[in-house]
């Protein structure tokens, strides 16, 4: 089942053109644009695949040694549960017998930690250029117009701070977004797979999962986020659950008080 998983949506991939060379697997089902309106803008240089994993060779200068341990197995986790969100960015090589391989440029956690699931493929940005700034400029000024679900936008913010390391305030002037916009969207990131999902499926709002993060612990931002849908929650409703769980002036413990609804 893990070699089957892919990334829930569309996210930076949908900004770019897939791919139509010999041996590059496009992935329309995840990454493709399916808005008619056609707003989005190719980018030139760069198409959109999804790649055998061990086609792919480190980057000898790759900057990062050291990984830390909790973060790294908490992308292991996300990707055993969710999937690759965002597309690692590669380069295509050709080896001396010929054989075709990519070098990895960015994403080295996100391919270490897919190794680790055992997943037999990853998306990837497949970049012919060596032009690095007119592909990064080009994701940060394509990526307003991509109709993107809020945990894909959130994912997207949060590989562009990454892997071109640039703040909250750099990318909030180069797509036009308050810095406030961007942290609270980066925010979603800290939900529970399980509520991410839901997030990402459209049956959850961003506001009502910002509501949700305010719950002491996963099993209670789960529950609530079930209640929301069961229930027909208003935001505000969800705000007043939580705000009385942390007062706890019903008695008991905020995490109660939530389950309790």
């Known amino acids: 089942m893990a070699e089957k998983r892919g990334g829930l949506g569309r996210g930076i991939g949908a900004l770019i053109p897939t791919s139509d060379v010999p041996g590059e697997r496009p992935v329309d089902v995840f990454f493709s644009n399916t808005d008619a309106g056609g707003a989005m803008v190719a980018i030139e240089g760069a198409r959109f695949g999804e790649l055998d994993i061990e086609s792919i060779v480190p980057n000898p200068r790759q900057p990062r040694s050291v990984y830390e341990p909790e973060a790294f197995q908490e992308l292991v986790h996300s990707i055993r549960e969710i999937g690759v969100l965002q597309p690692i960015v590669v380069r295509p090589l050709t080896d001396k017998a010929g054989k075709k ?37 080009a994701l940060l000024e394509n990526l307003h117009r991509s109709d993107l679900n809020p945990l894909e936008e959130a994912s997207a913010y949060q590989q562009l701070l990454d892997d071109f390391g640039i703040t909250q305030e750099e990318l909030a002037n180069r797509i036009g977004r308050s810095r406030p916009k961007i942290t609270n969207t980066l ?39 079930n209640k929301v849908i069961n229930e027909g929650l208003s935001v505000r409703a969800v705000e007043e659950i939580v705000a009385l769980g942390k007062s706890g002036t019903t008695g008991g413990t905020g995490k109660a008080k939530v389950r309790a609804g």
């Open 101 to 137: 391989q990519y070098e990895l440029i960015m994403g080295e956690r996100r391919l270490r930690a897919s190794k680790e699931v055992g997943l037999k493929k990853i998306p990837a940005v497949i970049r012919e250029t060596s032009d690095e700034n007119m592909l990064r400029d």
């Open 187 to 225: 925010r979603l990131l800290n939900l529970p797979a399980e509520v991410q999902r839901k997030v990402a499926a459209g049956v959850l709002s961003a506001g009502h999962a910002r509501a949700i993060l305010g719950a002491p612990d996963s099993a209670a931002m789960a529950h609530l986020a």
